[in-house]
Nanobody, 123 residues
Framework: QVQLVESGGGLVQTGGSLRLSCAAS????????IGWFRQAPGKEREFVAV????????YYGDFVKGRATIFRDNAKNTVYLQMNSLKPEDTAVYYC????????????????WGQGTQVTVSS
């Protein structure tokens, strides 16, 4: 099973940017679908973005379209989530997760999860 570690979160002002990283160990990410999810206090975990390592397709949650880019670095076995024009409602713990194939929006279908990284956007 692949191990995932997120980093890059922090405190940023409204309108700012952050680049989150999801570094993998144990196995290559080349066989996985990698998703980013977020969870705010008192809310359910929600889909942010996903990338298929082999096919290269990418999809985004409606609330981040035009503000986020998901991309990969093969050499570093890492997936990134670049987020721009951040809003206070983007405040949450952001998680990356991996699964073999199939649908990508449902958190319960993912097999491996990182520990999360906190993103806080001040108004």
């Amino acid at each position: 099973q692949v191990q995932l570690v997120e980093s890059g979160g922090g405190l940023v002002q409204t309108g700012g940017s952050l680049r989150l990283s999801c570094a993998a160990s144990g196995r290559s990410l080349s066989q996985y679908i990698i998703g980013w999810f977020r969870q705010a206090p008192g809310k359910e975990r929600e889909f942010v973005a996903v990338i298929s390592w082999t096919a290269g397709w990418r999809y985004y949650g409606d609330f981040v379209k035009g503000r986020a880019t998901i991309f990969r670095d093969n050499a570093k076995n890492t997936v990134y989530l670049q987020m721009n024009s951040l809003k206070p409602e983007d405040t949450a713990v952001y998680y990356c997760a991996a699964k073999d194939d199939g649908t990508y929006r449902v958190p319960d279908e993912y097999d491996s999860w990182g520990q999360g990284t906190q993103v806080t956007v001040s108004s």
